[in-house]
């Protein structure tokens, strides 16, 4: 047992640490630690700044252009990057497709896609999700019908992230309705999102912003050589994309960023006529949160390091699960402390007219952009599997009930 | 970073195991807790054959060259079968005071004589008016001649009823709240105005009350540095934090492996309550909480060789708040998710609960931590 980071670990989150410092855009920066996420083109331009230093594919192995990173080192990564504030990599090209073209892609596939994907050329969304098919995800209705050298998709996608920027959308759909189980029928389909047939509408959050989508498929025809792995196997790949390891799960960098925020905020404002950090139940709250941060990042570190032990053969650890759920508990505690001490200035909502009406104001900003995380960040608890689902999965996988 | 035990430490563990499951079974431990001692000096005897007694002390001592993780390891062991010797007493918090501060001739007496196991140990600080503040201290030590003369009260002192010896602290400077003048002794059970009075704790464990009027002790029974006290009870403190906290996680395991099998055989409207998703749900927190109190026993554990104080003493205090609210979580579930059985004294769920909630107030409760936490902020 040796529970200490190595000193070459040590070296290396400072090197993360500075790279980010000197090289994250100053304007990117300001308006992430207002609290505001990124826009389409900060990701974009950040990604692109990260994968030129050879970092934006930070998971995947040399060979396909990325680090070669062990997991901790990618852990030590992600948090740097999310304490910045910078913004995250693009999952969907990174931490989804790319491994998964990894693994079952053919070699034409891996080099149209893969470059591209690490350097944002293509912008991925996930099409998995359909309004019958939430956490029972096997039960997804969308078919996919042999036509010659195609496939032809009929069928409708919902809460797809983003896919209003996206070039490109992996996709599961139904090829084979009489499969003897139902998982045993499903195939995965890249699909350029410039085909016919594809309709895009926008499904508005509680927080105002757009960020998910319907997607309606009506005889969009996909080439075939855009099958990843088998036809009637892409339950395996999608079994694979979900429990691949999900280091970067807890997303705790953002939850320390949410906390220390709120501190900064609370020293700005006053209640009970002192200022709001001086009070003994903010301090407590603050102090219960920097607690169960401490724990989580034990566990994430136990979690990786058997990881590496395990010289990434292993199976999913069901301990994933817990970092899924205890993470977006805090994320979503983290965001409620913020959105607390903002308090009245949480309610107006940052827009145009606010802005142009005002002198810059960033504890009205902040205060507004606090609301709005506090109210996408409900989503954490459903997104990526439900936290009801990863306890179905610790009841089966550790329990054995 | 590797939380794998080495093989030495497997192998350290797997024999502990070993005795627990041959002599420690829950019926056992009822016959041990009846004898007069409050335990089992025969069990004490093997633990003393199997180096567990001088498990942190150097070799020179007669001990078993181990550290901290090694005392993690038999503390969880120790938790799943709750073991009631006065092991914690003796050996982590003497055995630190003894290692951290005693005079070359107090480490050659008093170490290989608690490794043999014929000496057994109490650190006798706190006191009633102090509650959980170490540096609330009002036994006072004044010279005599060559030695001291101690008078004041102390209580709760875990494991106190079975003592040879206590390490009483006394003030010989300052006043009440002050962390200067205070000053750690060895003091012998039968000492002429020492007055014991035993009980049992809540746990099943013994304690006791110590009152101490006009007690002697010579210049030779001093631990550690005069008016220099408060920095060697902190260590002690923070090693019996570490320690109770891997208790904890080992008690906890044992919970929930018993409500886990439970859940599979009590059958309730035709089928294994372990079938319905609102329990099987409350078990995943059971095992989730239980996780994150695992990870931060290790912290306390690593923290504990940390040279940094401020990082060490922050890291302990977030361990304490840790352990305490995964254990109170488990040990209500747990009590819970039994039902009526779960509250009956002759079922080991509530022992494990009791012990849980004992560790919680040795020094200082989730709430307290939290709040010396609350007061870093910034």
């Not at chain 2, 003497?94 to 005079?103: D, E, K, N, P, V």
């Not at chain 2, 006072?140 to 010896?165: F, M, P, Q, Y």
């Amino acid at each position: 047992m040796d529970l200490r980071l190595t000193p070459e670990e040590i070296a290396f989150r400072e090197e993360v640490r500075t790279f980010i410092r000197e090289n994250l855009p100053a304007d990117i920066r300001d308006r992430m630690k207002l609290g505001h996420p990124p826009r389409k083109e900060d990701t974009v331009r950040w990604q692109r700044i990260l994968n030129q230093k050879g970092w934006a594919a930070y998971s995947w192995p040399k060979e396909w252009g990325g680090p070669g990173w062990t997991a901790i080192q990618k852990m030590i990564f992600l948090e740097e990057n999310l304490m910045a504030p910078a913004p995250e990599i693009l999952s969907f090209n990174v931490t989804m497709l790319g491994p998964v073209l990894i693994q079952f892609g053919t070699e034409a596939q891996k080099k149209r896609f893969l470059p591209r994907a690490a350097n944002l050329d293509d912008w991925w969304c996930q099409g998995f999700s359909e309004p019958g098919a939430g956490s029972d995800l096997a039960s997804l209705k969308t078919s996919a019908k042999r036509d010659g050298d195609h496939y032809v998709i009929n069928g409708q996608k919902i809460w797809t992230s983003t896919a209003q920027y996206a070039d490109w959308c992996f996709v599961l759909v139904r090829t084979d309705p009489n499969a003897r189980k139902r998982q045993e029928g499903i195939s995965f389909l890249l699909v350029d999102f410039k085909t016919p047939g594809i309709t895009v509408r926008p499904i508005i959050s509680i927080d105002g912003s757009h960020h998910l989508n319907e997607v309606f498929y009506d005889d969009v025809r996909v080439p075939v050589e855009n099958l990843v792995h088998v036809e009637n196997k892409g339950w395996d790949v999608a079994k694979y994309l979900l429990g691949n390891e999900r280091t970067g799960i807890a997303r705790l960098g953002k939850s320390r960023e949410r906390v220390n925020a709120a501190v900064e905020m609370a020293r700005k404002v006053n209640s009970n006529g002192r200022p709001l950090i001086d009070d003994q139940t903010f301090r407590q709250r603050v102090a219960q949160l920097q607690v169960d941060i401490k724990a989580l990042e034990m566990t994430q570190y136990r979690v990786v390091s058997a990881y590496d032990k395990a010289k990434g053969a292993g199976r999913p650890d069901p301990l994933s699960s817990v970092l899924k759920v205890k993470g977006t508990e805090l994320l979503q505690a983290t965001t409620e402390l913020a959105v607390d001490v903002a308090g009245p200035m949480a309610t107006p909502i940052w827009a145009e007219e606010l802005a142009a009406m005002n002198e810059p104001d960033d504890m009205l900003e902040a205060g507004s952009a606090s609301a709005a995380s506090y109210l996408m960040l409900r989503a954490a608890s459903i997104y990526g599997g439900t936290n009801e689902i990863q306890k179905n999965i610790l009841t089966k996988a550790v329990l054995g009930l | 970073m590797d939380f794998e035990p080495s093989d030495d430490q497997r192998l350290l563990l797997e024999s502990v195991s070993r005795l627990l499951a041959d002599t420690y079974s829950f019926a056992q431990r009822k016959g041990y807790m009846a004898q007069p001692a409050g335990y089992s000096p025969e069990i004490w005897g093997k633990f003393a054959e199997l180096g567990l007694l001088g498990l942190p002390f150097p070799e020179e001592y007669g001990g078993f060259g181990g550290g901290p993780q090694e005392v993690m390891l038999v503390m969880q062991a120790f938790g799943r079968a709750i073991v009631v010797e006065p092991f914690l007493s003796t050996v982590v918090l003497c055995g630190t005071a003894i290692q951290a501060a005693g005079s070359a001739d107090q480490k050659n007496t008093l170490l290989p004589a608690i490794a043999e196991g014929s000496l057994k140990m109490a650190f006798a600080h706190g006191e009633r008016q102090a509650r959980y503040d170490l540096n609330d201290l009002i036994t006072s030590a004044r010279r005599d001649g060559s030695g001291w003369v101690l008078d004041g009260a102390k209580t709760v002192v875990a494991h106190g009823e079975a003592a040879d010896k206590f390490i009483v602290s006394a003030r010989t400077a300052g006043d009440r709240y002050d962390r200067d003048g205070m000053t750690l002794f060895v003091v012998d059970a039968n000492a002429e105005g020492m007055a014991r009075r035993g009980y049992v704790s809540r746990d099943d464990s013994r304690a006791a009350d110590l009152s101490l009027s006009n007690v002697r002790v010579d210049e030779a029974d001093v631990l550690g540095p005069i008016g220099g006290g408060y920095a060697i009870i902190e260590r002690v403190v923070e090693a019996g934090i570490a320690a109770t906290a891997a208790e904890a996680v080992g008690a906890m395991e044992a919970m929930n492996e018993m409500t886990l099998e439970y859940s599979k055989t009590r059958v309730q409207f035709g089928q294994p309550i372990g079938s319905y998703q609102v329990v099987q749900h409350r078990l995943a927190d059971m095992f989730m909480t239980q996780e994150q109190g695992r990870s931060m026993a290790m912290l306390a554990t690593m923290s504990l060789e940390n040279p940094d104080a401020e990082e060490r003493a922050r890291n302990l205090a977030m361990a304490k708040v840790g352990v305490g609210q995964s254990a109170r979580y488990v040990s209500q579930s747990a009590v819970q998710m039994h039902g009526g059985i779960g509250m009956t004294e002759e079922y080991a769920v509530g022992h494990y609960f009791r012990r849980c909630m004992v560790i919680e107030r040795l020094w200082g409760d989730p709430a307290y931590w939290l709040q010396k936490l609350a007061d870093e902020v910034e």
